[in-house]
């Protein structure tokens, strides 16, 4: 079982930048960060793989950076330019399926073997 803390999240004013960290007790080929909205299904943002190959869901690149450490175990999920939409609980995952990270194809949630316990984002305009 991979352990997964996420750390980071804050309530920031439209405009400004957050950067979400997840530390993990091992890590997987294919890792990424999902959000959930209230009243939303959890949403795939972004997945990367150790060697660096990294995916992203079409409706948030460019606002959105993901990046890890192997060392380090730790995963990293850059946010700028936040809007009140962004409102949501972010959440670190593991054991990815390998094609999530070349083509953002994460599969369901369900299929997702290790979570985290996901940091809150707000965002207030």
């Known amino acids: 079982q991979v352990q997964l803390v996420e750390t980071g999240g804050d309530s920031v004013q439209a405009g400004g930048s957050v950067r979400l960290s997840c530390a993990a007790s091992?890590?997987?080929?294919?890792m990424g960060w999902f959000r959930q909205a209230p009243s939303k299904e959890r949403e795939g943002i972004a997945a990367?793989?150790?060697?660096?190959?990294?995916a992203y869901a079409d409706s948030l690149k460019g606002r959105f950076t993901i990046s890890r450490d192997n060392a380090k175990q730790m995963l990293y999920l850059q946010i700028t330019s936040l809007e009140p939409e962004d409102t949501a609980i972010y959440y670190c995952?593991?054991?990815?399926?390998?094609?999530?990270?070349?083509?953002?194809?994460?599969?369901?949630?369900?299929?997702?073997?290790?979570w985290g316990q996901g940091t809150q984002v707000t965002v207030s305009s």
């Open positions: 995952a593991a054991g990815l399926r390998t094609r999530a990270c070349f083509s953002g194809d994460w599969g369901t949630p369900a299929s997702i073997p290790h």
């Open positions: 091992s890590t997987t080929y294919c």
């Open positions: 990367i793989g150790t060697d660096g190959k990294t």
